[in-house]
């Protein structure tokens, strides 16, 4: 089909409607907004700066793309779509500034990517954003990627999910990877990861599902920066389910995370491990680099020592409200823990806990009331547990109980071990 190019003017919204292999588009007319079309594949350049561009997408395509370039703010709104792109981003934006992703309410929509070996003309995810990015809308939102090196949703900048029902998933190999000291073919290299950003990831509200499948593949990945502040969050992931080169927050949201092949959540601070040996800048004062302040957190490794349910190298975690059960192994019986200082809220590492797949954790009061129940989907000899929720108190008494495992133990200070 040939290229066609339209000049429209005063475009307020532009909608495009998918249809097998071929895309209309319809457009309120306004200036300084190009529309090219071929196929099922739309380019649309906008240089408003002040002017939020608004777009609708609909219909389906086995083998079409949107290509969003703007100067300033825009909404892309999805109803009803399926758009699945053989080659790059199924939704490639180009923003310079940020760009709001709507499922709008009471639709279902997904996005597949099957392909990503011409990075030099797409980007490899199902998704892919130049600057920040805000996932929102009261609908259902799919991101599938199934081909080679394809990441579910990534972004230069920031990550923003709210009120949204998301699932993202990844099957993909890793693409262009290389014995060390060889030079691949193709000019991209990296794992499959679900939603990785340069900047920060921030959930606010919603439903939020993830799940990786190659080794290699984290869940969730901000290099400045994961903060889950609220909704529904459950990863299962290949490697790290949740990672970030600065501090994790949790506070308030209700958060499962589960690796089958390293940590549960992975917090490197600046000077990563050995930090408090030397590296980085000794006179700085070493921040938290886990803090959890609410709401509920199940962080497991099922792969076993040295991986951990909550790593953070050497720096601290801060423990200040929330319910938590952690498993994992350690480094030796030392895993990534809160001090007496950070632990606000008083909490306990279970050394040695056996973990039975399916079968129920309890712990009990003094009285013999239940305060806490868990049943973990994997089976582990010698864990090492971070456990605390609002009903401890320090002072009190305790008994965890686990098939073949009882154990009576007082919360003397704001952060105790105890070992089964």
């Not at 949107?66 to 490639?92: C, D, F, H, I």
């Not at 009471?106 to 003309?121: E, H, Q, V």
């Not at 601070?269 to 957190?297: M, Q, S, Y």
Request: overall charge positive; hydrophobic content about 35%.
């Amino acid at each position: 089909m040939a290229l066609m190019l339209f000049c429209v003017c005063h475009a307020e919204d532009i909608t495009i409607h998918f249809s097998g292999t071929t895309a209309k588009v319809k457009n309120s007319a306004k200036d300084s907004v190009k529309v090219k079309v071929k196929g099922a594949n739309v380019k649309i350049e906008s240089q408003y700066k002040s002017h939020k561009l608004t777009l609708l997408l609909t219909g389906k395509s086995n083998d079409g793309q949107l290509m969003l370039k703007t100067a300033g703010k825009a909404k892309v709104k999805l109803e009803n779509l399926t758009l699945t792109s053989r080659e790059g981003a199924p939704l490639w934006l180009k923003n310079k500034k940020n760009v709001e992703v709507v499922a709008t309410k009471g639709t279902k929509n997904t996005l597949t990517i099957t392909a990503c070996k011409d990075t030099a003309n797409h980007k490899a995810a199902t998704i892919w954003a130049k600057d920040k990015l805000l996932l929102s809308g009261k609908g259902t939102l799919n991101v599938i990627a199934t081909g080679d090196g394809c990441r579910g949703i990534k972004s230069k900048k920031d990550i923003t999910i709210e009120e949204l029902t998301l699932n993202v998933t990844t099957s993909g190999n890793h693409l262009g990877e290389k014995p060390f000291g060889f030079t691949g073919k193709h000019k991209y290299v990296a794992s499959t990861k679900g939603i990785t950003s340069k900047g920060k990831v921030t959930i606010k509200s919603g439903v939020v599902t993830v799940r990786t499948s190659t080794p290699g593949a984290e869940g969730i990945e901000g290099r400045k920066g994961v903060v889950f502040n609220g909704g529904k969050v459950d990863v299962l992931a290949a490697d790290d389910a949740v990672n970030a080169n600065a501090t994790i927050e949790f506070n308030g949201a209700h958060v499962t995370v589960r690796s089958k092949g390293n940590d549960a959540v992975d917090a490197n601070p600046e000077g990563g491990f050995f930090l408090p040996f030397g590296g980085g800048n000794n006179n700085k004062k070493i921040e938290p680099a886990i803090i959890i302040r609410g709401g509920t957190v199940y962080a497991w490794s099922q792969v076993g020592s040295p991986e951990e349910g909550l790593d953070c190298d050497m720096a601290p975690i801060a423990i200040e409200g929330g319910t938590v059960f952690s498993v994992g192994g350690s480094i030796g019986d030392a895993p990534s823990v809160p001090t007496n200082a950070t632990a606000k809220q008083p909490t306990v590492l279970l050394v040695d806990l056996n973990v039975v797949k399916n079968e129920p954790i309890t712990i009990s009061d003094a009285n013999g009331k239940c305060i806490s129940t868990i049943t973990i989907p994997f089976s582990m000899r010698r864990s090492a547990s971070l456990v605390t929720c609002p009903a401890f108190k320090l002072g009190n008494t305790y008994t965890v109980k686990t098939k073949g495992y009882e154990k009576t133990f007082t919360l003397n200070e704001p952060f105790t071990t105890v070992r089964l």
